[in-house]
């Protein structure tokens, strides 16, 4: 998995390029808290190129989601395809997370 | 005339290993002929999860410790065994419910129950504690 970044306003945009899994998670993670560290609270990960995620990968977004939301920010979620989104309706994980069907109409919710 | 295909490996307790060995047991199910759906979340997504497990609660992550993935696949169904070094444990007593209210905002607890979720059967193998069994039938 590799991640690909930019800044959209105040909004960071993540974008993953393959699977979100157990041995890359911490990758994402890292990326992120370092940007919350320089004052980011708005972020948008972009799943238009990965296929699928495991549960550690869900566990970061949702640890990731609360830090953010606890500093009156967001993580939000777009492009998800139907296997991701199985994925978050077997946890649960849809009714925690904004989902949008693009890039650009998560950047326009926040 | 129904054939199985076998699939037999072992590696370090790596977690930079998992991607491929799952792309070879997808592969063998797609030969065949399993449907589109299970090859592209039922499939990685619980063998992600099964060693994963083995790799970290079973091995520790210690990479002098080895996992065994052997997988037998066939126009009925797809078996997998997943074998790590560790003592074991009770997939029962380890299975909690991640998305009740007080659970879901947890960042852990979601992998047995993906597992369970995704495939038709998991169980621990009988007189092998440290052996999880993965069952899922072709459709």
Redesign the interface.
Known sequence: MTLDASTHGDVLVIALHG?L???NRQALKQRVLDDIEGGTRKVVVDFANT??????G???L??LA?RLRELGGDLRLANLNA?LR??FE????D??FQIAESREQALASF | MMSTAALDFRVPSD??Q??AIVAQVVHRCRECRFDA?LL??NV??AL??AI?NAM?RGNGEDVAKEVRVRAEVSEVRLVIEVEDEGAGFDLDACCVD??TPER????????L??MR?LMDEVVRVEGAANVVRLTLRRR
Do not use: C, H, M, N
């Open positions: 699977q899994i157990v041995g296929g699928y995620i495991d549960s550690s869900l566990g970061v949702v640890s609360k296997d199985t994925l077997l946890t649960k994980l009714s925690l | 977690l930079a998992i991607e759906r592209s979340l990685p997504v992600t999860e994963a970290v991640p998305t879901l905002e947890r960042e852990d607890g979601r992998g129950f993906l979720a």
